[in-house]
């Protein structure tokens, strides 16, 4: 069945000069011709006037995308309007007029994945980049979109298909006349496979924060200056400061950019004994951020518990109000007042997420949904050279090879594009 011809604005809606329509399907040609009067030359812009009936709707340039050379490997095109909501409106009506139908979001790159143009990890690299917010985000984003993760993946099943021949080979010898170099070169190459698949998890936690952001608790006890440093910090009046112990209850939570990474920065609650039940719940949580953040500012000031914790090593030690007395040998002295040594704590935050997001390089996986994917892959791996049948190490080998080939959406995901695609933006 021929799908159906698909348009969405794929600009945003604000005020702008201009404003993209995409088309997709089967019918884009016939639709060009009838709104344009004749069909533009392939991927060239050209001034048309667009006319539906008598109604001359806008003068737009129009690009023409034949198929399978298009982004969604469909006949294409994009007009590009005077971005008036009445010009858009006006073609969008002549477009459904003449059998087309809005896109749902992310239906652009599900074609292109169902026509082979993009595999399912370079659709989520797409989905990110359009989202990115940071510079970090975009390189990570660009890489993935290009097929840095798919390779990496499609190259270790293409070993994983090369080790799996080798142990059905054996499945053909008697048990007694099996080579045992070929058995001790298969269980070697198999280790080696699942070390590097190992090895790639751990970038996943500096891929997943570069994707999400990382997150810093502000912590220490009451009145040392936590929801001071945190409005510093974001340069605006994000948290209520007073001098009286325990003004904060719940976190506070403000996004911001900081090393070309997002951050959320999560002021909490001074963390004391106290009898009242509300005060209590804010320090409860403020231990939980404690404990789940990527970093933590440790604030103390003159006065106030130098020590308010354990000692973590991970931690960074800021030592607020030295506007009142010079910090101690190993605390960041600043002051959340004058704003006087803010400049060394960024400095010093910057390279602790730089160091947390370092990759040297690598590809990271970026979601829950590789991690997840890999994992399944490396407990197949994991476990065949422990099954005593070569049939049954062999059956291993391939169930790994398979939770490779869903990564990529290269086997059995049907399940699964509706949860990736509908992240999607109208539009791509
Ligand atoms: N002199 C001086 N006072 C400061 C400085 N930073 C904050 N303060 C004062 O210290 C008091 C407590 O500040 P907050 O920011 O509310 O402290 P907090 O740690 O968030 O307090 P809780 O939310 O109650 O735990 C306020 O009166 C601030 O004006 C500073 O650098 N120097
Ligand atoms: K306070
Ligand atoms: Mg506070």
Known sequence: MNPTTIFARATGTGRAAIAVLRLSGPATADMLRTLCGILPEPRRASLRALRHGSDLLDHALVLWFPGPRSYTGEDGAELHLHAGPAVVEAVAEALVSLGARPAEPGEFSRRAFSNGRIDLLEAEGVADLVEAETQAQRRQALQQADGALSRLYDGWAQRLRVLLAHQEALIDFPDEDLPPEIEAALARDTALLAEEMRAHLLTGAQGERIRDGLVVAIVGPPNVGKSSLLNRLAGRDAAMVSDIAGTTRDAIEVRLVLADLPVTLIDTAGIRDSEDPLEREGVRRALRHAEHADLVLRVACPGAGMEPEPRVPDDIRVWNKTDLAPAPEGWIGVSAQTGAGLDVLRERLAAEMRRLTDLAGAAPLTRARH??????????????????????????????????????????????LDTVFNQFCIGK
């Open 371 to 416: 991690r997840a994917g890999i994992s399944e892959a490396l407990e197949h791996l994991d476990t065949a050279p422990h099954l005593d049948l070569p049939e049954l190490r062999g059956e291993a080998l391939r169930l790994a090879m398979q939770a490779l080939g869903r990564l990529t959406g290269r086997i059995g995901v049907e399940d699964l």
